[in-house]
T-cell receptor, first 115, second 122 residues
Framework: AQSVTQLGSHVSVSEGALVLLRCNYS??????LFWYVQYPNQGLQLLLK??????LVKGINGFEAEFKKSETSFHLTKPSAHMSDAAEYFC?????????????FGTGTKLQVIP | GAVVSQHPSWVICKSGTSVKIECRSL??????MFWYRQFPKQSLMLMAT?????????EQGVEKDKFLINHASLTLSTLTVTSAHPEDSSFYIC??????????????????FGPGTRLTVL
């Protein structure tokens, strides 16, 4: 079964510092991987997704992630943290397609940005 | 494009009552809708998948008689929590998937999430 593991439930960075949120996946087939952001009491917003087209994926708000098959990783990065980046981030993997897909989420990483 | 709304955004009810949550795709037709629940400080867990015109498929451990899902149309799905109890208190999030490849530029497989509904059962 496909799954994702997020290392670190809480990450704190200073404003302007590099953001690195870790995600490792387990999949028996080429995976479709996603990063979502959730602000308090809100739904999920898609940051970026990997669908095998390119290993380095650029998303919204300056985030990007690199798919590394050898390391089974899909870490999320941003060169310079902004206060508005404080939120919870979920890595996810999708199985199946169309109306028979299932998205499995990681346990989430709460990002704190220190002024 | 690809906006999904939920109503209500929050609801408080007494134990034993039923609560209905609506999920609407505002600018596209959603062939499939998904319902998730999220406990405090935890991840989202898929409850059920609903394809329009078919009965919902529930995940293991989710009681279908307690969580009634109706995919009434291509733009509306409802989740009814019957005889709610305090342990049903949670954040319920729906998502919707467009049915046609390339429809309005939407990805065939991408899920678009609603803003969530906070349910508190007293």
């Amino acid at each position: 079964a496909q799954s994702v593991t997020q290392l670190g439930s809480h990450v704190s960075v200073s404003e302007g510092a590099l953001v690195l949120l870790r995600c490792n996946y387990s999949s028996s087939v080429p995976p479709y991987l996603f990063w979502y952001v959730q602000y308090p009491n809100q739904g999920l917003q898609l940051l970026l997704k990997y669908t095998s087209a390119a290993t380095l994926v650029k998303g919204i708000n300056g985030f990007e992630a690199e798919f590394k098959k050898s390391e089974t990783s899909f870490h999320l990065t941003k060169p310079s943290a902004h206060m508005s980046d404080a939120a919870e981030y979920f890595c996810a993997v999708r199985v199946g397609s169309g109306g028979y897909q299932k998205v499995t989420f990681g346990t989430g990483t709460k990002l704190q940005v220190i002024p | 494009g690809a906006v999904v709304s939920q109503h209500p955004s929050w609801v408080i009810c007494k134990s034993g009552t039923s609560v209905k949550i609506e999920c609407r795709s505002l600018d596209f037709q959603a062939t499939t809708m998904f319902w998730y629940r999220q406990f405090p400080k935890q991840s989202l867990m898929l409850m059920a998948t609903s394809n329009e015109g078919s009965k919902a498929t529930y995940e293991q451990g989710v009681e279908k008689d307690k969580f009634l899902i109706n995919h009434a149309s291509l733009t509306l799905s409802t989740l009814t929590v019957t005889s709610a109890h305090p342990e049903d208190s949670s954040f319920y999030i729906c998502s919707a998937r467009g049915g046609q490849p390339g429809l309005a530029g939407l990805s065939y497989n991408e899920q678009f999430f609603g803003p969530g509904t906070r349910l508190t059962v007293l």
